[in-house]
């Protein structure tokens, strides 16, 4: 590892006279008699010389060591970007081997499949989310889970509405390009101020959403999914979505600038895949609006 210090980074920088280092091409001074140094180079300094194996190091093998190359995250066990791709690319072939497996294996009109799956993602996702270490296989289970409630609902929505599917993934794959690009360019910038925003709207999106859910359940029907108010709520959504994909970008970047553990990468993973299923999902939602006006 090439060391910050001048004094180790140029060769010839110093020479060796008589136990000391002198600068140039000045005469050492000599040490005096009785002093630390005075019993060879190293003197009665423990520290000075390291010993590796049992043995102490020569000069030649210190100048290897400090000559060798850097260690880079893969040696030390730090997260990189490769590692969260890899794990998210993992992560969302799990999710399409699912949702294909609902959408073959499952008739249309069946919701109880679905319903059942959807219960035991969110649940497992509250897990992962509140759990202190990061667990790869409950990542892949929640994948699965989410996977088939996915393939099954997309299944009944392009049953009624032929082509939705294929709308909503390249709406999907559209939204996250597009924030990548306008994150990576610096045209979004992940502030403090701009994270309480965003989860402030975020928060008060999420309890409108409940209380419509419970207004359905009493037969209400406050309008928030159909009509130009859905619409609205639609693009809300798939823009709350988007915000979620900004903030994810961040922490991957900030816990690879830290040196973050390199299984800290599946936790990347899970919120990259968790904001991409939102987005999808609100995606649906919109399309089947526009298109039952048709």
């Known amino acids: 590892m090439r060391s910050s210090n001048p004094v180790f980074s140029r060769e010839g920088a110093f020479t060796r006279g008589a136990g000391y280092a002198g600068f140039g091409t000045g005469t050492a001074r000599q040490p005096q008699a009785g002093g630390p140094y005075s019993g060879g180079p190293y003197g009665n300094n423990p520290y000075a010389r390291q010993q590796y194996g049992g043995q102490q190091l020569t000069d030649e093998q210190l100048y290897e060591m400090y000559q060798a190359p850097e260690a880079g995250p893969l040696q030390t066990g730090r997260m990189t970007m490769d590692d969260v791709v890899a794990r998210t690319a993992l992560t969302l072939l799990t999710l399409v081997a699912a949702g294909s497996a609902a959408w073959f294996v499952l008739p249309a009109e069946n919701y109880g499949f679905a319903v059942g799956a959807a219960v035991a993602a969110f649940v497992v996702g509250l897990v992962i989310s509140f759990k202190r270490s990061v667990s790869a296989p409950l990542i892949l289970v929640y994948a699965a889970l989410e996977g088939f409630f996915l393939g099954a609902i997309t299944k009944a929505l392009n049953t009624a509405l032929p082509g939705i599917a294929i709308q909503a993934v390249l709406g999907t794959a559209a939204v996250f390009a597009a924030m990548l690009i306008a994150y990576k360019s610096g045209r979004i910038r992940v502030t403090a101020r701009y994270t309480r925003v965003g989860t402030a709207i975020a928060m008060g999106f999420v309890i409108l959403l409940l209380v419509n859910l419970v207004a359905s359940m ?73 298109r039952g006006d048709d």
Do not use: C, H, K, N
């Open 218 to 290: 009493f037969g209400a029907d406050m309008g928030l999914r159909s009509g130009p108010l859905g619409i609205v709520v639609g693009l809300v959504g798939i823009g709350l979505g988007a915000f979620f994909l900004s903030l994810d970008f961040a922490q991957i970047e900030a816990g690879i600038r830290g040196g973050a553990p390199q299984q800290e990468s599946w936790r990347a993973a899970f919120g990259l895949t968790l904001s991409l299923v939102w987005i999808y999902l609100e995606m649906l939602r919109l399309i089947a609006i526009l």
